[in-house]
């Protein structure tokens, strides 16, 4: 089946502009996570959503960084007036939402590389 | 401090060895998981192998396999026959806590260069 898909692949902005990456989960997977890595650096958590449980928020490195999930499926994450700090790239993941075990597993998208100028 | 410590910035291995990557963990929790993932120059992150802290196996995954000792806190992976293709970042994570949506931690990786 299609995996996690993120939009766009690449972006490249100004600094102070507005900046929106999208991720589709897998099919069934109702947990979805978001993930920064810079370059040659572990990935750091940013966000992630469960069902209909509020989001936890807690990686979110500023105010200036926001996402939401529309329906329990696609989510957006968004970074208004962007820093060069920001330039990363951004990585998807969603799993089962009540798995236990390797049933937990997030399965990541391909990212989006975001370079601010 | 570190949950996850990857000491081995780069490795380089011969073609056809087996291959350990190192990774420790810092966690006050009894249930807890630990992945491993591959990431190729492409990018993407490819889930390889997993071990519960109650498995009382070593998880293994084809030529993956996960030297787990829980009571040194290490989750190394081996690598056995290594190939080109096992060139990469290896990245070890853990989930603390009960099952279902949680965060991983991740260490800051080892890349893997196999030499012909």
């Known amino acids: 089946g299609a995996g996690v898909s993120q939009s766009p692949s690449n972006k490249v902005t100004e600094k102070g502009k507005d900046v929106e990456l999208r991720c589709d989960p897998i099919?069934?997977?109702?947990?979805l996570y978001w993930y920064r890595q810079s370059l040659g650096q572990g990935l750091e958590f940013l966000i992630y959503?469960?069902?209909?449980?509020?989001?936890?928020k807690s990686g979110l490195p500023s105010d200036r960084f926001s996402a939401e999930r529309t329906g329990g499926s696609v989510s957006t994450l968004t970074i208004q007036r962007t820093q060069q700090e920001d330039s990363a790239v951004y990585l998807c993941?969603?799993?089962?939402?009540?798995?236990?075990?390797?049933?937990?597993?997030?399965?990541f998208g391909p990212g989006t590389r975001l370079l601010v100028l | 401090a570190q949950k996850i410590t990857q000491t081995q910035p780069g490795m380089f291995v011969q073609e056809k060895e087996a291959v350990t990557l190192d990774c420790t963990y810092d966690?006050?929790?009894?249930?807890?998981?630990l992945f491993w993932y591959k990431q190729p120059s492409s990018g993407e992150m490819i889930f390889l192998i997993y071990q519960g802290s109650y498995d009382e196996q070593n998880a293994t995954e084809g030529r993956y396999s996960l030297n787990f000792q829980k009571a040194r806190k290490s989750a190394n992976l081996v690598i056995s026959a290594s190939q080109l293709g096992d060139s990469a970042m290896y990245f070890c994570?853990?989930?603390?806590?009960?099952?279902?949506?949680?965060?991983?931690?991740f260490g800051q990786g080892t890349r893997l260069t196999i030499n012909p």
């Open positions: 099919s069934g997977h109702t947990a």
């Open positions: 994570a853990m989930r603390e806590g009960l099952g279902g949506a949680q965060k991983l931690v």
């Open positions: 966690t006050s929790d009894q249930s807890y998981g």
């Open positions: 959503f469960q069902g209909n449980s509020a989001p936890d």
């Open positions: 993941a969603s799993s089962l939402e009540s798995g236990t075990g390797v049933a937990e597993t997030q399965y």
